[in-house]
């Protein structure tokens, strides 16, 4: 049992970039989330799936998209890589959304340049 | 919509208790409260519910008042193993969460 995992691990980009980060989970949970840390802050939601076929706009959304492929699968997408979407991004799941914790992902520490 | 974390930093010995205050303007459907270890995941410690219900760790103790909006998280005969930073999250709206900025706790031996 994995828990929620997460690939890349670390990824640099250069400004215009585009990458897809990964999120896989195997406790068949129904919510997903993906959140951003800048150094010495909290997480900030960016977007969270309640549901396989749905998704919706979390804090700060702007720049990211996002796919809920399957009930396991949640990615995360850079159209065009900004300096200011440096940051570690984790991903997370529960079971439901009320009262339920968040099992969190390893993080991916993407730097843009 | 963060709520806010009091203290920003903490600094105990071992055996000794703590408390840790999170604080929001906005009705809360739950309080969550995680702690992150440097260059780690968030690991779930406790869940609030607003009606009373709480889930989370036996040796972990916190406290939600509806009325203020305000939950407190009591750490008592601390160990070196919680050393971290704790974050609040708070669940204003259908599976929004707003995370606040962490209170950094160091024991000491």
């Known amino acids: 049992n994995a828990g929620v995992t997460q690939t890349p691990k670390f990824q640099v980009l250069k400004t215009g970039q585009s990458m897809t980060l990964q999120c896989a989970q195997d406790?068949?949970?129904?919510?997903m989330y993906w959140y951003r840390q800048d150094p010495g802050m909290g997480l900030r939601l960016i977007y969270y799936?309640?549901?396989?076929?749905?998704?919706d706009k979390g804090e700060v959304p702007n720049g990211y998209n996002v796919s809920r492929l399957n009930k396991r699968e949640f990615s995360l997408r850079l159209e065009s890589a900004a300096p200011s979407q440096t940051s570690v991004y984790f991903c997370?799941?529960?079971?439901?959304?009320?009262?339920?914790?968040?099992?969190f992902g390893p993080g991916t520490r993407l730097t843009v340049t | 919509q963060q709520p806010v974390q009091s203290p920003q930093a903490v600094i105990l010995r071992e055996g000794e208790d703590a408390v840790i205050n999170c604080s929001s303007s906005?009705?809360?459907?739950?309080v969550h409260w995680y702690r992150q270890k440097h260059g780690e995941a968030p690991i779930f410690l406790m869940i609030?519910?607003?009606?009373?219900e709480q889930k989370g760790h036996d040796k972990i103790s916190a406290s939600f008042n509806e009325k203020k909006q305000q939950s407190s998280l009591y750490l008592t005969a601390s160990q070196l193993s919680y050393s971290g930073t704790y974050f609040c999250?708070?669940?204003?709206?259908?599976?929004?969460?707003?995370f606040g900025s962490g209170t950094k706790l160091n024991v000491k031996p």
């Open positions: 997370a799941s529960s079971e439901e959304r009320l009262g339920y914790e968040q099992y």
């Open positions: 406790m068949n949970h129904n919510s």
């Open positions: 799936s309640a549901s396989e076929g749905t998704t």
């Open positions: 906005k009705a809360l459907y739950s």
């Open positions: 609030l519910l607003k009606g009373g």
């Open positions: 999250g708070t669940e204003i709206d259908f599976n929004k969460f707003y």
